[in-house]
T-cell receptor, first 112, second 116 residues
């Protein structure tokens, strides 16, 4: 059974640009959550999608957005990148009735 | 608002030692708590999930306990090995009322180094 797949694994952008990250959950999982991890702030929740609907949202500015497709794949987008957006972005999926979150390997974003 | 604290921030032990990692949370009305491991530059690997109805959960050399009344959880690692070196994170539902789903509050982690 394939795990959670995140693409791209590494990317470098410059300030002001935008970026889109992709997450494919475990087959059959309909819930996808996104987290940002930085050395200073640790792991912080961004948002969660279930059946194409945003179910929870963290305290991030509107530059951070996401969506989920009918096949449960999810994307997150960050517009007008800032240096502080440099981080490891982690995606996790969760099955129906299950509480365990399974994480992907992450997408490491560097903003120059 | 749920807050999660982990002590110690870092721990260095010789191989073979038994050790305990601590996690405390402020909102005790949680329905579960999860422990993760993270290797440098990698994603998180789920180690153990304890439901609120359980007091302990075991997997191999790992044992996690949960005491909701005191707002504490511990992760016990028996006979530590160099391969156990990693950052260990605990996470509790952000909204203890049961609406958190995939929204977890993480501690800052304990960096464990097991030297031969």
């Amino acid at each position: 059974k394939a795990g959670v797949t995140q693409t791209p694994r590494y990317l470098i952008k410059t300030r002001g640009q935008q970026v889109t990250l992709s997450c494919s959950p475990i087959s059959g999982h309909r819930s996808v959550s996104w987290y940002q991890q930085t050395p200073g702030q640790g792991l912080q929740f961004l948002f969660e999608y279930f059946s194409e609907t945003q179910r929870n949202k963290g305290n991030f500015p509107g530059r951070f957005s996401g969506r989920q497709f009918s096949n449960s794949r999810s994307e997150m987008n960050v517009s007008t990148l800032e240096l502080g957006d440099s981080a490891l972005y982690l995606c996790a999926s969760r099955g129906s009735g299950a509480n365990v979150l399974t994480f992907g390997a992450g997408s490491r974003l560097t903003v120059l | 608002k749920q807050e999660v604290t982990q002590i110690p921030a870092a721990l260095s032990v010789p191989e073979g030692e038994n050790l305990v990692l601590n996690c405390s949370f402020t909102d005790s009305a949680i329905y579960n708590l999860q422990w993760f491991r993270q290797d440098p530059g990698k994603g998180l690997t789920s180690l153990l999930l304890i439901q609120s109805s359980q007091r302990e959960q075991t997997s191999g050399r790992l044992n996690a306990s949960l005491d909701k009344s005191s707002g504490r959880s511990t992760l016990y690692i028996a006979a530590s090995q160099p391969g156990d070196s990693a950052t260990y994170l605990c996470a509790a539902p952000a909204n203890a009322g049961g609406t958190s789903y995939g929204k977890l509050t993480f501690g800052q982690g304990t960096i464990l180094t097991v030297h031969p």
